[in-house]
């Protein structure tokens, strides 16, 4: 229901005529919006779930008829490549570490065992720091937080480029500073995606946006192999400077703020050019609204401020939404089994093949990596055509009439709302069973098949299958986790790398006790591809408890 402001005015008058103390003043505009907020609710609910004010110069029915996002598609792609590019430093930063092991080992006159150490602790705070900054970005806004994570990595690799031998605590304390720089780029990246783009068309940007990320694991190793053999491993940190560096200042010059608590779908003013405004702006020329500074000097009209969110607890995301914290400890499960794979390779393949030099062990690396990034390409094709076919389907049923009719699916997709009651949980995680079948399956092969010592391209393939089915599992999650809290877009990514981190901490501490402890790679991959198959049936306790909680989550927000 919408009140114009000439309705609204025309009752103040009948009700001043009828009064012996009214006055012929008119009713001040603040008092007049009041009564139109509290007559009405139901279009200012309307309002909240795209998170824009009201105004006199837009009802409730044209608000709807926006764009969920000004940019274009081609606009869309570009800031997805740009945050990919970013999100390379938090695998990438972690990867180019390892073929230098030895060497720092060395260096620092301490055991590989100590030197892991840094490994772990990189884990743990590439797990906790996105629950700060992803929290951070959700309420003051993506670029200022992007701009500042990539500005500690580029300072701490100066520091670790210049260490003294004789400080491995320093070491220990600049890895975990690294760590915390690097790691939120993810998810500040996770939550561009969650303010530009649709929810048709989140799962194609969320697999191409991962891709970036995914190339680093393979990459890494040969870009730290081939610094530290000829450079030294001081060279590894230099180039992270300088690359971080660059990427830095691309943020800065060419980002701009798309937190839509902040400038909404892209159009609204800011009240900072410098903190919000790109110095260059390549996207939303002519569309995106300047500061809000620029727009007084023009004689522009400016909308009314903004409310700001207050600062949500990122924990709390885990603690009154089970469906949510499900999934993710379903996707944790699967990337510690992942990275499981990954931190064995140099070992088991050195063990089961002797012939191997460190070259040749740091190639092997490209099978999962190949696999996981040709599998984030895959993914985002697959959830957006899992979307559209689950959206067809609930305009059949619903028919004319009766909720989305087709004029009215496609007028959704233009705004990127959509019904409570649109079945999200399945158009999401229907397929993952399906692939959960070919991971664990790969994974109880792939243990065997180095255990009984058999040529090196099976456990390569085997390798590669476990990299593009866990890719396309984890997107899925993460994409549908985004899809249920695209406001907090950041913070629900930080609580999905909190549980990846940590659980890949663990899991690769304790991966070579398991497998001395099993006799042996074979029995160790079952025991895990078991693991896997017993938490699958998770993925269909949340298809059955996620709407329910969906809808609370909607009354609670008041929507």
Known sequence: MSISRNDLSASSSSSSS????????PIPR?????????????????????????????????????PYSIYTRNEKWFLVMLIAISGLFSPLTANVYFPAIPAIAGAFHKSTELINLTITMYMI??????????TLADNVGRRIIYASCLLILSLTCVGL??????????????????????????????????????????GGFFGVYQSGPLLAPAIGPVIGGALAGTLGWRSIFWFLCISSGVAFLVVIIFLPETLRSIVGNGSLPTTSSILHQPLIRIVGRGRAGGSSRSKSESNQPQPPSRKRKPFKNPFGILLHNPDITLILFFNGTVNAVYYAVT???????????????????????????????????????????????????????????????????????????????FPIEKARLRLIPFFMIFFVGANLGYGWSIQRKVHISIPLILQFIVGFIAIIVMNADATFVIDLMPEQSSSV??????????????????????ANALDGPGWTFIL???????????????????????????IRAGK
């Not at 705070?125 to 992803?134: A, D, T, V």
């Not at 089961?352 to 040749?360: F, I, K, M, S, V």
């Not at 198959?533 to 909680?549: D, E």
């Open 161 to 202: 480029a210049l260490i003294p031998t004789s400080a491995y605590w320093l070491l220990l304390l600049l890895r975990c500073l690294q760590s915390t720089g690097s790691a939120s780029t993810i998810a500040l990246g996770a939550g561009v995606i969650g303010d530009i783009a649709e929810a048709h068309e989140r």
């Open 528 to 554: 895990l591809g078991g693991v896997c198959a017993v938490m699958t049936p998770m993925v269909y306790v949340v298809m059955q408890i996620g709407p329910g909680w969906r809808i609370r989550r909607a």
């Open 343 to 421: 931190a064995t390779i140099s070992t088991l393949f050195a063990s089961a093949y002797p012939q191997l030099g460190e070259t040749e062990v740091g190639l092997c690396f490209l099978a999962i990596g190949g696999g996981m990034f040709l599998g984030s390409l895959t993914s985002g094709k697959v959830l957006d055509w899992e979307f559209g076919r689950i959206q067809k389907e609930v305009v059949k049923e619903k028919g004319r009439g009766k909720g989305i009719e087709r004029g009215e699916g496609e007028e959704q997709k233009k705004t990127g709302r959509y019904d409570e009651d």
């Open 18 to 25: 009828s009064s012996p103390t009214a006055t012929a003043a």
């Open 493 to 514: 990514s930080a609580c999905n790398n909190l549980f990846r981190g940590t659980s890949g901490a663990l899991l690769v501490s304790v991966i070579d006790l398991i």
């Open 125 to 134: 705070f590439q797990g906790i720091s996105p629950m700060l900054f992803g």
């Open 30 to 66: 603040n008092q007049d919006l009041s009564e139109s907020t509290n007559s009405g609710q139901q279009s200012l609910q309307a309002d909240k779930i795209a998170q824009e004010p009201l105004t006199d110069e837009k009802t409730n029915d044209q608000r709807a008829q926006e």
